[in-house]
């Protein structure tokens, strides 16, 4: 979770909220996922792909995204990366997943996991659409 740096003396964790407006709940621990390895779908500055999405994967999701040049379901152990199987949920950037979406191939969606940043690349009705809760 960031830090609020706004006040040097009282440095504290600053809440990131969901796409429901609720606190950002984690997305995945097993596989450990989020941009900064955190579990949780936060983004920041130094994520320029936004991911913020937490989902669902499918085989059909996974050879979508391999054909579209990143391939989630091979491991990278020199990444610290296991492979994706299906039913893994896993921190996608929003724009992939709006991609996936159009598609007729997005992933189901952990909505209380998702970032509300999401939001600037995915409409908050397709996601419910495909909500797992």
């Known amino acids: 979770m960031p830090l ?6 009282q ?17 995945s621990l097993d596989p ?3 941009f ?15 991911h913020t999405v937490c989902a ?13 040049g990143n391939d989630l379901s091979t491991p990278r152990p020199e990444y610290g990366f296991p492979g994706l199987k299906p039913g893994d949920r896993w921190c996608l950037c929003a724009p992939r997943w709006q991609e996936a979406f159009l598609a007729g191939c997005a992933p189901r969606v952990a909505l209380h996991a998702t970032e509300a940043a999401a939001l600037q690349h995915c409409a908050l009705a397709d996601l419910q659409q495909h909500a797992v809760e």
Do not use: K, M
């Not at 609020?4 to 003396?9: F, Q, V």
């Open 36 to 50: 900064t390895r955190s579990g949780c779908c936060e983004t920041g500055p130094e994520d320029q792909g936004s």
């Open 4 to 9: 609020d740096d706004t006040h040097p003396n």
């Open 56 to 68: 669902e994967v499918t085989a059909e999701f996974l050879a979508f995204s391999r054909s579209r």
């Open 11 to 27: 440095r504290r964790p600053t809440p990131l909220f969901n796409v429901l407006g609720g606190t950002l709940a984690t997305c």
């Open 32 to 34: 450990i996922t989020g």
